[in-house]
C-alpha cells in the first residue's frame, strides 16, 4: 500500500516475495505497508472432491516462507503485516485505517479463483478511490516478451513453444534486492500481525519423515542456501540431466519447485545463475537442462492463462486412493508424497499415468490430491500436467501411457526406493519387489510376505506388464542405479526424461 503517502503493497496474498512490486513501491510512495493476507478460501475444501486445498506441509512451508520474509523486512527498516480474512476485505478496512492510501499493488495471477481475488481487490479500490497497480514477474520470460502476437496464439504443444521463446524471446534481467524500504506510515497504529499457526488454520503441524527426499525449511534464505549449495558448493547442477529421475535422497534434481511456487526464488535468479555457472564452470546438457525444466513451468503458467476454466474441466482443454494399489512402484510414491508432501518428477509422471490409464478415474481427483498435499503445488503446472497424463491436454500424442513394471525396473532397479516407502515388501530382495504377486508362495513366505493380507494384490494388472516381469534382477549386490547408488539414474537410461517428451517409441 502506497501513502501519497502511502502504498498498500505489495498484496501479498499468493506468494510471500515479490521484488518488482516493491520495486515499484520505493519509486512511487513515501510510506509503504507490505502485507500478507491468509485468505480463508485457501484452506476450504477443493471444488470436485473437497480435499483440503492447502495440506499440512504446504502449509508449515508457507508459514516458514513468511516468517523470513518478515524477518528480512524487518532487517530492511519495515516489517510484514499480516492479517487473516478475505483481501478485498482486509485492503479495504486497511485503507479506511490509514486514510491516505494512493495505491494497492500486487503481482498477476493466472488461476480463475486468484484472479476473482484480484477482481474483489480492485473493485474495493475503485470505491474507495485507489490506484491498483499490477505486475507480472512469476515466470521466466515476461508475459509482453513472448514471440507471440496475443496469448490467444501461444502453442499448444510444448516444443512448438520452446523453440519459439529460445530463439525469439528474451529474459529480462534480475532487479536488484533492496537493502533500505520504505517505512510504515508513522503514527497509524499498525499492528504487523501474528502469523497464525497451523491449528488456527485448522490444520496441524506435519511431523518430519527422516526419509524425505526434500527436508528443507520455507523462505528465501533457505532457497539461496538451496541454491549456493547445488550449484557452487557441490556441482550437483553440472550432473543434472544424468541424476533428474532419481528418486531417493536430496541431490538428485534441484529440489527448487517449492520455493518457486511460493515466490521465495525466482526463475530469473536461477537462470542468471545458470548463465554465471556456464561462464565460469562448464556448460552442458544439465546446465541447459534446468532451463528446459523452467521453460515447462513457463509454458503451463501461460497455458493456464491461454483456457482459464477450461484447465479444470474433466474433458480437458481439448473438450475430451493411497497407497494401498497393490502396485509397489505406485505405492512407494503416493506414500512418499502422504508423509513428507514431496514427489520426484519421475513419481508424478508415473501416479498420474496409473490413475488415469490403468485405473480410468477422473484426473481432477489426482489433481486435488496433489493440490492438497505438494509442498510445491503451482495451480498450473499441477493441473497442466495432469491434463497432459490423461491425454486431454497439451501432449500431441493423446494415448501416453507408461508401463508401471518397465518404469519401475528402469528407475528403481535394484528395487531400493520401493523397500525405502513400502517396509511390508522389505524381504524381497531385488528388483522382483517391483511384481511380487509373480512370486511362488515359498518365495513370498521366505521374504515374509503375504499377498492380500500384509500386501495387497493388484487392483489392475495392464497386459504390457507381462513383457516385464521377467527381466527384473535378483541379485543383492550394487545398486543398479549406478555408482552412485538409488539416486543417479544408470547410463543406458540417462535420456529416459528425453523420451517423455520427445517420444522414440510407444513403449514407456
Known sequence: MCYPGVSLGPLLYCNPCVIQVFHWAQRNAEHIVPLYCFDPGHYLGTANYNLPRTGPFRLRFLLDSIQDLRTSLIQGGSTLVVRRGRPEQVVGDLIKQLGSVSAVAFHEEVAPEDQQVERGVKDICSQMKVKVHTCWGSTLYHRDDLPFNHLSRLPDVYTQFRKAVETQGRVRPVLPTLDQLKPLPPGSGLDEGPIPSPEELEQTDPVRDPRSAFPCSGGETQALARLQHYF?????????????????????????????????????????????????????????????????????????????????????????????????????????????????????????????????????????????????????????????????????????????????????????????????????????????????????????????????????????????????PTGAGPSARGKKGPSHTPKQHKDRGIDFYFSKSKNF
Open 232 to 472: 557452487w558448493d557441490t556441482d550437483a547442477v553440472s550432473t543434472y540431466k544424468e541424476t533428474r529421475n532419481g528418486l531417493i535422497g536430496l541431490d538428485y534434481s534441484t529440489k527448487f519447485s517449492p520455493w518457486l511456487a511460493v515466490g521465495c526464488l525466482s526463475p530469473r535468479y536461477i537462470y542468471q545463475q545458470i548463465k554465471k555457472y556456464e561462464s565460469e564452470r562448464t556448460a552442458n546438457q544439465s546446465t541447459y537442462w534446468v532451463v528446459f525444466e523452467l521453460l515447462w513451468r513457463d509454458y503451463f503458467k501461460f497455458i493456464g492463462a491461454k483456457y482459464g476454466d477450461r484447465l479444470f474441466d474433466i474433458k480437458g482443454k481439448v473438450g475430451k486412493p493411497v497407497g494401498r494399489t497393490g502396485v509397489p512402484f505406485v505405492d512407494a510414491n503416493m506414500r512418499e508424497l502422504a508423509l513428507t508432501g514431496f514427489m520426484s518428477n519421475r513419481g508424478r509422471q508415473n501416479v498420474a499415468s496409473f490413475l488415469t490409464k490403468d485405473l480410468g478415474l477422473d484426473w481432477r481427483m489426482g489433481a486435488e490430491w496433489f493440490h492438497y498435499l505438494l509442498v510445491d503445488h503451482d495451480v498450473s503446472s499441477n493441473y497442466g500436467n495432469w491434463l497432459y497424463s490423461a491425454g486431454i491436454g497439451n501432449d500431441p500424442r493423446e494415448n501416453r501411457k507408461f508401463n508401471m513394471i518397465k518404469q519401475g525396473l528402469d528407475y528403481d532397479n535394484n528395487g531400493d526406493y520401493v523397500r525405502h516407502w513400502v517396509p511390508e515388501l522389505k524381504g524381497i530382495r531385488g528388483g522382483e519387489v517391483h511384481t511380487p504377486w509373480t512370486l511362488s508362495s515359498a518365495s513370498l513366505s521366505h521374504s515374509l510376505v503375504s499377498l492380500n493380507d500384509t500386501y495387497p494384490s493388484p487392483i489392475v494388472m495392464a497386459p504390457e506388464w507381462s513383457r516385464h516381469t521377467n527381466k527384473k
